[in-house]
């Protein structure tokens, strides 16, 4: 259910199995010397500033002809396809970002995460795989993460050895060099989603069932409050862009990220985007800073993309002074952990609050959690919905109306289970026939799992 769920469902291993696999197939010692030779030689040769309002297959056909000319002038021993070979490694290393761009182009890749010059890791499907790719050296490296982050406006060196910053697609990176990453340059890369699950995908994939898909839609309409919880890659933020979508044509909606990812398809969406220090450590704009300023533009609906710190506060308050039906998600493993941890965020404030008076506030303003996990097999599931009922002495209290059902583990390695309604009627129920929404009670029982879901 994150982005490599999203293209996955709709590609094969790669976008052009042949030529993919031809740009990630490793130079050989000859190849790469004589790369190098021709790169160096280019630089004197061809102005490389020129290129930079010219459009890319124009600029790349440049570069392949005065390389063309360079290894014709040299008379390099080489095959056509080795020449093919360097000259596309040399037009990457120009335009691109090197060795990383066959990855780039990859659609089935959801995550690329450089551990150092020699070792690169993806992610397909929800698993890690080892690549050949590889860069000549840290100082190479460095290169690529420098030309990432200039292009934002960010610095990266000894001073400021971290760095967050986005790729021209949305993808979003992450940075760390020496002496913090001990053993070389560590660069993560999560891949933007360009094509959007469906519900229909969701169901195929086993994500979720088409009963939980009719509570979500009706949860959503209804204007009830939601928290997608789950850890690291779980699908939290595909999940809520679904979600989303629910979300009427009429509504004026505000979203908040830290880095832009949600995909809102509505006609009345504001996007906001925070903003880290300059060089000079000054002119951050927080999350918190941008809840607070979303509540004075009149929005319908306020979309969190997470929740990670003091912001909490001022969701929970937004949530509980009328701008109801907001939508945002956690990092936590459980439900339970996920109203904890708003606790937490909300002690980060450094405001005081008494706890049964915090969890009193907490337990009136989120109406529904969903949790999602990906598995062993690599799979994103939705494995519970809760509602929130209220507050019992000191401790909110919850009921589960969906929970999936572990039964092991397959020959191929597949986890076996399903997502299952427990049979519990929700308190809900009587708010979303009260404003017209169909919802049959017969999603909530216990054998309900061949509903068909039908967007309304």
């Known amino acids: 259910m994150s982005a490599d769920l999203s293209l996955a469902a709709k590609h094969s291993a790669s976008g052009e199995p042949g030529e993919a696999d031809d740009r990630m197939r490793p130079l050989s010692p000859a190849e790469r010397e004589w790369k190098e030779t021709v790169y160096q030689r280019l630089l004197k040769v061809l102005d490389l500033s020129l290129l930079g309002g010219v459009e890319d297959k124009d600029a790349r056909r440049q570069i392949r002809e005065v390389c063309e000319n360079l290894i014709a002038e040299e008379r390099a021993p080489l095959s056509i396809a080795s020449r093919q070979r360097i000259i596309r490694r040399i037009e990457d290393e120009v335009l ?73 697609d949305g993808s979003r990176v992450n940075a760390i060099i020496p002496p913090l990453a001990i053993d070389g340059p560590t660069l993560s890369i999560r891949r933007f989603a360009v094509e959007l699950l469906s519900i229909a995908d969701l169901i195929q994939l086993g994500s979720l069932t088409a009963a939980i898909a009719q509570v979500m839609d009706a949860i959503v309409k209804t204007r009830l409050n939601v928290v997608v919880s789950g850890g690291t890659g779980a699908g939290k933020t595909t999940l809520l862009n679904l979600m989303s979508g629910f979300i009427p044509d009429t509504d004026r909606i505000v979203t908040i990220e830290d880095s832009a990812e949600l995909q809102l398809q509505q006609p009345h ?39 990670r710190g003091g912001e909490a506060l001022d969701m929970l308050q937004a949530m509980n002074t009328g701008h109801d039906g907001s939508l945002t998600t956690i990092h936590a493993n459980t439900p339970r952990d996920a109203l904890g941890r708003i606790e937490n965020m909300v002690s980060m404030t450094g405001i005081s609050f008494p706890t049964k008076a915090l969890r009193s506030q907490i337990a009136s303003a989120i109406d529904i959690v969903i949790q999602v996990e990906r598995m062993e097999d690599g799979r994103r599931r939705v494995v519970s919905l809760q509602e929130i009922n209220g507050m019992e002495g000191d401790i909110i209290t919850s009921t589960e109306l969906f929970a999936f059902e572990r039964r092991g583990i397959d020959a191929k390695g597949n986890v076996l289970g399903e997502l299952k309604p427990t049979g519990i009627v929700p308190a809900f129920l009587r708010e979303v026939h009260a404003r017209g929404i169909e919802l049959p009670i017969d999603v909530f029982r216990t054998d309900a799992s061949g509903a068909q879901f039908t967007r309304r």
């Open 96 to 168: 691109g970002l090197g060795p990383l761009e066959p990855l780039l182009a990859d659609k089935t890749v959801s995550d690329i995460l450089v551990n150092g010059a020699r070792q690169v890791y993806v992610e397909r499907r929800g698993k890690l795989e080892l690549t050949n790719i590889t860069f000549t050296n840290d100082a190479h490296l460095l290169n690529i993460i420098d030309r990432i982050v200039s292009a934002v406006g960010r610095r990266i060196d000894e001073s400021s050895p971290m760095v967050d910053a986005r790729l021209k």
């Open 269 to 307: 969406v504001v996007r906001l985007e925070t903003r880290p220090p300059n060089i000079e450590g000054r002119g951050a704009v927080t999350q918190r800073d941008l809840v607070r300023n979303s509540l004075r533009m009149r929005p319908d609906r306020i979309v969190l993309g997470e929740v």
